[in-house]
C-alpha cells in the first residue's frame, strides 16, 4: 500500500513541478492528496484507530471548498468586461 500512495505521491509532485497550467497543477494537487487520503485510511484500518477516518473526510471536505473557491475566482477573474468567457474557444 506503501508503494502504491508513493507511486501517486510522485507521479503528482512531478506533475506539479512540470505544469505551468493551473487546471492541471490543480489536478496534480488533487494526485498527492489522494495519496495522503489513502494513507490516512490504510493506517486508520491498520491499527483500528478511527482518526484517519475522521481525518480523511475533514481533508476530502476541505479540499473540495478550496478547489469550488478557486475555480470560482478562476472563472470570475477570465470572463471579458462585456460578458463574455475567455476559457470558452470561439465559434
Do not use: P
Amino acid at each position: 500500500m506503501l508503494l502504491l500512495t508513493g507511486t501517486l505521491f510522485s507521479t503528482g509532485f512531478i506533475g506539479l513541478l512540470k505544469q505551468t497550467d493551473l487546471v492541471k497543477t490543480m489536478i496534480s494537487i488533487e494526485i498527492m492528496h489522494v495519496a495522503g487520503i489513502i494513507n490516512f485510511c490504510h493506517l486508520a484500518r491498520k491499527y483500528s484507530a478511527m482518526n484517519g477516518y475522521l481525518i480523511s473526510i475533514i481533508s476530502i471536505i476541505l479540499s473540495g471548498l478550496v478547489f469550488a473557491v478557486v475555480f470560482m475566482i478562476l472563472n470570475s477573474c477570465t470572463n471579458d468586461s462585456d460578458g463574455s468567457d475567455l476559457l470558452e474557444e470561439d465559434t
